[in-house]
């Protein structure tokens, strides 16, 4: 079975720094992974997805790649904002019908 | 706009009266799912349904049932909710599930549902 680990649980840096959120999947046969933002109170929003034959994606700040051969993936943030501050999930679609989900990254972009 | 939409958002009920949670989509997709969330578990999928009357278990259905009689609903009931089912749950649509490489899977609010 699939398992995702996301390191590190909890992260805090200042505005502006960049910073990179890390995820790693045990089994490299996956159709893709996906990027969630998760706000308090709040459903999840999907950021980015990576197909299994790209090897990145990027939409304004955010850069996610992917490597499936090691089982990772990792998500940059270019320029931190305190409106960035949120849990972050990786998901992966292995198996036709389900995502894996790793426990998150809860990011806090300090003022 | 296309959304999502799940109600309650929050419920407060006792151990073995049963409950519905709906689950509404407008984006005319095909794939319904319901996910749970729990500390340090993160979400686990309970059903997903791949369309009209097609559901499937995934890897937490024990006590949940569902159904899908229109594409655009999916409720999940609690016949006799128990403690251990208190957490938030997600329901969450993509056009068309299976294997596409390019599916993205669209989340409701959430429902935090305490079982006292």
């Known amino acids: 079975k699939q398992e995702v680990t996301q390191i590190p649980a909890a992260l805090s840096v200042p505005e502006g720094e960049n910073l990179v959120l890390n995820c790693s999947f045990t089994d490299s046969a996956i159709y893709n992974l996906q990027w969630f933002r998760q706000d308090p109170g709040k459903g999840l929003t999907s950021l980015l997805l990576i197909q299994s034959s790209q090897r990145e994606q990027t939409s304004g700040r955010l850069n996610a790649s992917l490597d499936k051969s090691s089982g990772r993936s990792t998500l940059y943030i270019a320029a931190s904002q305190p409106g960035d501050s949120a849990t972050y999930l990786c998901?992966?679609?292995?198996?036709?019908?389900?995502?894996?989900f790793g426990t998150g990254t809860r990011l806090t972009v300090i003022p | 706009e296309a959304q999502v939409t799940q109600n309650p958002r929050y419920l407060i009920t006792v151990t073995g009266k049963k409950l519905t949670v709906t689950c509404s989509q407008n984006m005319n997709h095909e794939y319904m799912s319901w996910y749970r969330q729990d500390p340090g578990l993160g979400l686990r999928q309970i059903y997903y349904?791949?369309?009209?009357?097609?559901?499937d278990k995934g890897d937490v259905p024990e006590g949940y049932k569902v159904s899908r009689k229109e594409k655009r609903n999916f409720p999940l009931i609690l016949e006799s909710p128990s403690p251990n089912q208190t957490s938030l749950y997600f329901c969450?649509?993509?056009?068309?599930?299976?294997?596409?490489?390019?599916?993205?899977?669209?989340f409701g609010p959430g429902t935090r549902l305490t079982v006292l």
């Open positions: 349904s791949m369309n009209v009357e097609v559901t």
């Open positions: 998901a992966v679609k292995s198996g036709a019908n389900n995502l894996f």
């Open positions: 969450a649509s993509s056009l068309a599930g299976g294997s596409l490489a390019t599916d993205t899977q669209y």
